[in-house]
């Protein structure tokens, strides 16, 4: 790997909600091309952290960085144009539309801004790539949850984005399936995605991540690569509720 500058640089972002400091100045930085785990215990601020970058969630302090671009406090649509993708840990299609027409509408409206025949043809590429052509004209909810969390991943890869975020997209599939997801997130890294990928499935962690950070309490405790941070005290305590 070769050093280079960072495609999101976060500087001392923070959020607090009505009582809970979710995020306290957090420092982070990711590289172009790399995959980073995002970890931490329930609660410790990953989701906040992926609502907040990708504009979802006002910001209470700091400053968000993209491409050498100061992007402080713009919201989601902005976000998105600049190159900023990301899942649910929920799925949250549109319900009423079928999975072609979900994976068509963010090619025609998210950062590539294709018209709508081409955003069609490329919204059938993501569905071949995530394996949910034979689904296309199904609504959301007859899918399976693999599906669903796969229709997740299309609908953000149609906005051909720079920068996706990706929020446990594994949890609740089959080692099979996960086995599956985990080729999935290779490839589109190797399509020149960058990733952060917020997961508890270790397994996943270990082999997709060049380098994770963990939160604990909206904090950043710990960062580097995943077998060692994951053997410093600190994280495991934070893991235990020490
Ligand atoms: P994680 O994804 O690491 O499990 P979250 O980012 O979802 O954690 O939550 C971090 C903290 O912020 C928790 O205490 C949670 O209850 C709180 N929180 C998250 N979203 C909201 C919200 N929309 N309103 C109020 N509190 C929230
Ligand atoms: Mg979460």
């Known amino acids: ?35 980073l785990g995002l970890l931490g215990p329930n609660g410790s601020g990953k989701s906040t952290l992926i609502n907040v ?44 539309m079928t999975v072609l027409q979900n994976v068509s509408l963010v ?33 959301p909810e007859d899918l ?9 991943l299309a609908r953000a890869l149609a906005a051909r984005p720079r920068l996706v975020l990706l929020d446990e997209v594994l949890s609740g599939l089959t080692p099979g399936e996960i086995n599956e997801a985990i080729e999935l997130i290779r490839r589109i890294r190797d399509q020149g995605a960058t990733i952060v990928f917020v997961e508890h499935v270790m397994r996943a962690v270990m082999a997709l991540t060049d380098r994770i950070v963990v939160l604990n309490h909206g904090k950043l405790i710990a960062q580097g690569e995943a077998a060692e941070v994951m053997k410093d005290s600190e994280v495991v305590n934070a893991y235990l509720g020490k």
């Open 1 to 35: 790997t070769t050093p280079s500058a960072p495609l999101l640089e976060v500087r001392a972002l923070s959020k607090a909600f009505k009582g809970v400091q979710a995020l306290d100045k957090v420092n982070l930085q990711v590289r172009q091309g790399e995959i």
């Open 53 to 96: 970058v990708s504009g979802h969630y006002p910001l209470s302090g700091g400053e968000i960085l993209f491409d050498g671009r100061n992007l402080t406090g713009a919201p989601a649509h902005r976000m998105a144009h600049a190159g900023i993708a990301r899942t649910y840990q929920i799925p949250r299609p549109f319900a009423h």
């Open 107 to 139: 090619a025609m409206f998210g950062c590539a801004s294709l018209p709508q025949k081409q955003a069609v043809r490329e919204a059938w590429k993501w569905l071949e790539f995530t394996g949910l052509q034979a689904r296309a004209h199904a609504l």
């Open 144 to 152: 399976n949850l693999h599906q669903r969390k796969f229709l997740e």
